[in-house]
């Protein structure tokens, strides 16, 4: 079988290139075990001001806001000789008003299409219901990664649910030592809670800072590590206000000892090492309007302890015990959670393993 993926691909930095990399390896390694013969090509997302160094899978590249690179990557895909085409879906890496530059390509393709949506929005612009509405009609298939996502395009954008798949974000299998993690990186006697991930305002890293003070009160070896570049949208318009605005924060508080910011944007194998060292993991972000989170999987599937306040992806994944959830904003509340997940390590060590199972 032949695939081919239209995304953002290493080495851009974006959760969702990551996510396709994954899923390609993945999807080749399972083939293969069954005896299946697979090739798996990349159509790449770039920025139009930029080239990569693309590794060798990656055949075609469409430059964001190049209109004519959609039509001649239609053209490639149907020269390829690829058996389907998968389409990873999110607004903001295509070209064009709420990324239309895409919908020429998909209409001039004439293989199966399997649309993968990262994001399904609950109160959609008119062109943004147009254009998933339009994706999911061309599509085979449209895969989603929660239940809340169904809901969604069947009831707002009139998608017929028998032509809707839950795949769930998935993980890699994390079978790293936490204490010999916490070695490496010399974290050891540290307690040590971690948040990673492209960096903007809208991940509420304050509302972690804030809740620190009466932590370090009672537990002085805590250590909060804020691990991620600046998203590249964010430094583009706005530079690291976000962040200097975080790093002064965390001065006024006193937290210079507690607040490890890591400027970077790790590969896979060192994040999955931070994860593993971690005791505690947060999602502070400030509103309900994520339906996917990658990052709050890779947590949950590392085995942390999670605490995240209630956006769509969290209140599914983290139900059941497998998490503790606080509400947008509150420092206070996330400070109490913290205590009694530290003051009693019982009651943590239960929910890491719900939370790995």
């Known amino acids: 079988m032949k695939i081919v993926y239209i995304a953002t691909y290493p080495p851009r930095e974006c959760g969702i290139g990551t996510f396709t990399q994954n899923k390609l390896k993945s999807i080749s390694h399972l083939l293969t075990a069954n005896g299946e013969q697979h090739?798996?090509?990349?159509?790449?997302?770039?920025?139009?001001?930029?080239?990569?160094?693309?590794?060798?899978?990656?055949?075609?590249?469409?430059?964001?806001?190049?209109?004519?690179?959609?039509?001649?990557?239609?053209?490639?895909?149907?020269?390829?000789?690829?058996?389907?085409?998968?389409?990873?879906?999110?607004?903001?890496?295509?070209?064009?008003?709420?990324?239309?530059?895409?919908?020429?390509?998909?209409?001039?393709?004439?293989?199966?299409?399997?649309?993968?949506?990262?994001?399904?929005?609950?109160?959609?612009?008119?062109?943004?219901?147009?254009?998933?509405?339009?994706?999911?009609?061309?599509?085979?298939?449209?895969?989603?990664?929660?239940?809340?996502?169904?809901?969604?395009?069947?009831?707002?954008?009139?998608?017929a649910p028998e032509n809707i798949e839950i795949i769930e974000h998935g993980v890699p299998d994390l079978q790293y030592n936490g204490e010999k993690s916490k070695k490496e990186f010399k974290l050891e006697n540290r307690k040590v809670i971690l948040s990673?991930?492209?960096?903007?305002?809208?991940?509420?890293?304050?509302?972690?800072?804030?809740?620190?003070?009466?932590?370090?009160?009672?537990?002085?070896?805590?250590?909060?590590?804020?691990?991620?570049?600046?998203?590249?949208?964010?430094?583009?318009?706005?530079?690291?206000?976000?962040?200097i605005y975080l790093m002064r924060l965390v001065k006024e508080l006193g937290l210079q000892k507690h607040v490890i910011f890591m400027n970077e944007f790790v590969n896979q194998n060192k994040l999955f090492k931070y994860l593993s060292a971690a005791d505690i993991y947060i999602t502070p972000y400030l509103n309900e309007a994520q339906i996917t989170s990658g990052t709050l999987a890779y947590a949950v599937g590392a085995g942390c302890a999670v605490i995240s306040t209630p956006y769509w992806h969290a209140q599914e994944l983290l139900d059941r015990g497998r998490g503790c959830l606080f509400n947008f904003g509150d420092d206070q509340q996330l400070s109490s959670i913290l205590l009694n997940l530290l003051d009693d390590p019982e009651s943590m060590h239960k929910m890491r393993r719900r939370a790995f199972r």
């Open 196 to 243: 990673f991930g492209l960096i903007s305002r809208n991940k509420g890293l304050e509302t972690v800072i804030k809740a620190l003070p009466p932590v370090v009160e009672q537990y002085p070896e805590i250590v909060y590590i804020i691990l991620g570049k600046t998203h590249p949208h964010v430094l583009k318009h706005s530079g690291e206000e976000y962040r």
């Open 39 to 159: 090739e798996g090509i990349v159509v790449a997302i770039s920025e139009s001001d930029k080239t990569y160094d693309y590794p060798p899978e990656v055949e075609f590249v469409i430059r964001q806001e190049q209109q004519a690179d959609y039509i001649e990557a239609a053209a490639f895909i149907n020269r390829s000789g690829a058996d389907i085409c998968v389409l990873e879906h999110e607004f903001g890496i295509f070209g064009g008003q709420n990324g239309v530059y895409v919908l020429p390509l998909l209409y001039r393709l004439d293989i199966p299409l399997i649309a993968v949506f990262h994001t399904v929005l609950k109160t959609p612009s008119l062109n943004e219901k147009a254009i998933t509405a339009e994706i999911c009609r061309m599509a085979a298939k449209t895969v989603v990664m929660t239940s809340r996502a169904v809901s969604f395009l069947s009831e707002i954008y009139g998608v």
